[in-house]
C-alpha cells in the first residue's frame, strides 16, 4: 500500500560496496569497507513534491543530538508535529492502519483522537536521560538520531535522514552488514543492516528500511507498538524474499525505539 514509496534505480540509487567487519561495543573505531557514499542519487524534487515526504524532512532539525540536553519545542516545531501527522492521516495507507487499529479495540475510531493518540506515540517528550530534562521523544530517536553522552549513537533508522546527514558530511557509510556471503544484499533491497559514523561516533549496527515513506514506518510501527504491552516487542515476518524481525521498545505511552533487523534477504526459493 505505500504508494508514496521511492523506486529504487530511478527515484534512487545506492552503492553498497563491502561487507562491513566487526565493531566492538563502545569503540568508534571502524575500518571503512565503503569509500564512496551509500546514496549515489536521490531525486530530491521528489521528496519536496511528496506531501508526507516534504513535512517530514522539516521535522528532522528539530532536535538536540544529545540526551541529557533538554528539548525546547517552539510553537512553530508543535505546528510542523501536527502538520505531519495530518499529511500521513491523508495516505490510504494511514487510513487502513487507523482501521485495523479500532477493529483491534486498540485506537478510537474518531480520526482527531487518533491523531493526538499518534502524537503521544511519536512526539510527546520523555526523560531518555535520567539526570537532565524531557530529552528525547520515539520520533527524534527513531528517524532523527541522538547521541549518548556524546559517546555512542541512538537511533538514526531513517534513510531520508541517513541520505541528507551523508550529503552534508556528517554520515560516513562503512559497509553492509550480512551474516554469511549468502546473504549479500543487493541495490534494490528495500531494508538493509548498515554499519555508519556519524559526527565521529560509530554505529555498529542499524537496521533501515530503504526507499519507503515515512507514513510506512510510522503505521507498521504504531500497529506493532499498540498491539502489545510489553517493553520489548519483537515480530519476525516474512515479506517477498525478506525475512525481516520488527522490533519496537515501549518508554511508557511511547515508542522509546523501532527499528527493522535483516534476518534474510535471499529467499527468492521459498
Not at 475510531?109 to 530534562?133: C, E, P, T, V
Not at 521523544?137 to 537511533?155: A, L, S
Amino acid at each position: 500500500m505505500d504508494t508514496n514509496r521511492l523506486k529504487p534505480g530511478t527515484d534512487y540509487k545506492i552503492s553498497l560496496q563491502g561487507r562491513a567487519g566487526y565493531v566492538a561495543q563502545g569503540s568508534n573505531y571502524a575500518r571503512d569497507r565503503a569509500h564512496a557514499p551509500l546514496f549515489s542519487y536521490v531525486d530530491e524534487g521528489k521528496l519536496k513534491n511528496i506531501e508526507t515526504f516534504a513535512h517530514f524532512i522539516n521535522l528532522l532539525d528539530n532536535y538536540e543530538m544529545s540526551t541529557g540536553v533538554s528539548e525546547t519545542v517552539t510553537s512553530e516545531e508543535l505546528q510542523e508535529n501536527r502538520l505531519f501527522i495530518d499529511s500521513i492521516m491523508e495516505t490510504e495507507l494511514m487510513k487502513y492502519a487507523h482501521n485495523y487499529l479500532v477493529k483491534k479495540g486498540q485506537s478510537p475510531a474518531d480520526r482527531g483522537q487518533f491523531k493526538r493518540q499518534l502524537y503521544d506515540i511519536w512526539f510527546r517528550l520523555y526523560h531518555r536521560d535520567r539526570s537532565g530534562g524531557e530529552d528525547s521523544c520515539g520520533f527524534e530517536h527513531v528517524f532523527v538520531g541522538e547521541t549518548k553522552y556524546g559517546h555512542e549513537i541512538m537511533g538514526l533508522h531513517n534513510w531520508v535522514q541517513f541520505y541528507l546527514q551523508e550529503k552534508h558530511g556528517h554520515v560516513d557509510y562503512k559497509g553492509y552488514k550480512a551474516r554469511d556471503n549468502k546473504d549479500t544484499p543487493d541495490e534494490d533491497d528495500h531494508v538493509l543492516n548498515l554499519q555508519f559514523s556519524w559526527k565521529g561516533l560509530v554505529k555498529p549496527v542499524g537496521g533501515s528500511f530503504i526507499g519507503v515513506s515515512p507514513e510506512f514506518e510510522v503505521a507498521l510501527f504504531t500497529i506493532i507498538f499498540l498491539m502489545s504491552t510489553e517493553k520489548m516487542t519483537s515480530v519476525v515476518v516474512k515479506v517477498d524474499e525478506y525475512v525481516l524481525e520488527l522490533v519496537v521498545y515501549r518508554q511508557g505511552r511511547s515508542i522509546g525505539t523501532s527499528y527493522p533487523k535483516l534476518l534474510s534477504s535471499n529467499n527468492r526459493d521459498l
